[in-house]
């Protein structure tokens, strides 16, 4: 039988536009070189965040969770001129591969590092943000988006990465599994929040749209 989930995702790979070579030079390194790579948002993510970003034209972007640099350089390239890029990374390792390529990717001027506790930074930024991604640590969505949603501008969006965390939101869940109670916890949060509208995109482990009214 044909395996259809693999069949359309070849598909769906060979009909968009493929990734610059330096995402794909960053891609092969963090398989290679770094823990956990399933955390990179690769081809099709990233090519979808790009695509949001160059859509919005935003001034202003927050990203939680740099990881090495992917989505930050995907993010990056629909920034307006003299827009900037936030992005916050607990594991201080991270920090040099990611600026390297963010050099590589010539956007390193668009591209401000944060090293440390997202919350306490996020706290400590006087900006407005036109768009925001979360992708760090699950357990901690909802304080990042009330840390957060004050500083986003009416109209602007978020986006959360995860949602679905491959598939467990519609399983029975272990009272122990901090992660995925984080992100149910998530999920119902922001159904009930009358400040904002969202849909959940199926696309990898499921990205949440959420749009501040």
């Not at 060979?14 to 690769?42: C, I, N, W, Y």
């Not at 001129?81 to 040099?96: A, Q, S, V, Y």
């Not at 500083?151 to 491959?166: E, S, Y």
């Amino acid at each position: 039988m044909m395996d259809t989930n693999s069949d359309i995702e070849k598909y769906i790979l060979e009909h968009t536009t493929e990734a610059d070579l330096v995402l794909q030079e960053l891609e092969r390194e963090t398989f290679l070189k770094v823990l956990r790579p399933r955390m990179l948002s690769g081809h099709l993510q990233g090519k979808m965040l790009e695509l949001f970003s160059q859509m919005m034209q935003p001034e202003r972007i927050l990203e939680i969770g740099t990881y090495t640099g992917y989505s930050a350089i995907c993010l990056a390239k629909g920034l307006q001129k003299g827009g900037m890029l936030h992005t916050i990374e607990i594991n201080d390792e991270l920090e040099i591969m990611a600026k390297r390529y963010f050099e590589k990717s010539g956007l390193s001027d668009k591209i401000t590092q944060h090293i440390g506790d997202a919350k306490s930074i996020i706290a400590s930024l006087d900006e407005s943000f036109d768009l925001v991604f979360i992708d760090a640590d699950k357990r901690e969505y909802c304080t990042y988006f009330d840390l957060v949603i004050d500083k986003v501008r009416p109209g602007g969006i978020l986006i959360a990465d995860n949602i679905l965390w491959d598939g467990k939101v519609v399983e029975t869940i272990d009272p122990n599994d901090e992660q995925t109670q984080g992100i149910l916890a998530f999920n119902e949060k922001i159904k009930n929040d009358l400040r904002v509208s969202q849909m959940i995109i199926p696309l990898r482990d499921g990205l949440m749209v959420i749009r501040k009214k």
